[in-house]
């Protein structure tokens, strides 16, 4: 997916909801993540950085994703 395309799905994402909770969490993830010096990064321990590391590296094998089809899907209930 180009960076264009990830870019249109996320703003999709955020035009179909009018919860300001997911709103406020996905600005707060945003703004964490741009404005992140690796503090966040550093109070894991190691095992934990490990842990994000190999997630990491399974999610480019696109067998490991779930769609957001998928997600929805599965947690339809709890809307």
Not at 50 to 69: H, I, M, P, R
Request: hydrophobic residues 35%.
């Amino acid at each position: 997916m180009t960076l264009a395309e990830l870019k249109s799905e996320f703003h999709g994402l955020i035009d179909k909801t009018d919860d300001p909770e997911i709103i406020a969490q996905f600005l707060g993830a945003m703004s964490q993540s741009i404005n992140s010096d690796g503090s966040v990064w550093r109070t894991l321990s190691l095992a934990q950085q490990q842990s994000v590391l190999d997630a990491y590296e399974e999610s480019k094998d696109e067998d490991n994703l779930t769609t957001l089809d998928e997600l929805r899907s599965k947690y339809a209930n709890w809307s």
